[in-house]
């Protein structure tokens, strides 16, 4: 059952969101609608500016605990073509307060440097992370999307796939051919079909939608790590979410797929009041957490 606060949530994303960008075409107008700072930070996190794989960034990591933090790659969501490492702290600063020690990508965007330079970008950043022991990697709408096909890349080059992989409302086909991108038009309090369709071309600027890298569906997930999946049951990319799960377990891989109802799109953000923000969180901490400790440990050499 929803909580009262996610039907509030709901219809408040519903009128300052929904409303101000259903029919706009303005990439730019769309872009200033993203980029808003609207939720606080978790206090005690260190949020540091920071640089790995020639990409900057920042870390967020927790005030005290242990040295020894496993390491986390968060890749924010915005269309392809909007928001920072630095909006997406009520998220990152979660994650850090639950022990990580988080690197959040400022990948590049669309249109100035569009499709492959962001799944460039985040390939370059999982190397560098992957080279220093084992990590895990997490990203929402978008991020989710690039956390993929930066797995996808990581296979194609040869580097350590991610311990686990927590995808929230993850694009993962833009080819737009998920059957809840018509069905849950009206329901989705946050997009309209149209409003994301004209983010496509503005992203691949002329390449093949149906290109794993930008629609990740179309990979072989034989071989990948376990993945968490959220999706709000209201989402227009609830079916991107839903038939990820059904391929990736059709491939054996260990899946874990839940569907919030009532929720809006990275509902994640409102961590600070939601409790299915900090439901949603809480649960990928421990299942990523969970999948690193599992990581067999090299025996030293004699």
Known sequence: MASLRAHLYDVAVRLAVKAR???????AAIRRAFDRETFPAPLG??????ELGGVAGEWAEGQGGPAERPALLYLHGGGFIACSARMYRPITGHFARAGFRVFASDYRLAPEDPFPAGVEDCAAVWRALAARGPAAIAGDSAGGNLALAAMVEARRLGLPLPAAAALFSPATDLVGRSPSFRTNAKRDAMFRPEALTRLVPAYLDGADPADPRA??????FSGFPPLLIHVGAREILR???LRLADKARAAGVPVSLTVFPVVPHAWQLAESFLPEAQASLSEAAVFLRRALEAVPVPEAVA
């Open 21 to 27: 960008i259903g029919g706009q075409s303005d990439i």
């Open 215 to 220: 629609s990740p569906i179309e990979a072989d």
């Open 239 to 241: 079916d991107d979410s």
């Open 45 to 50: 996190v260190a949020f540091t500016p920071g």
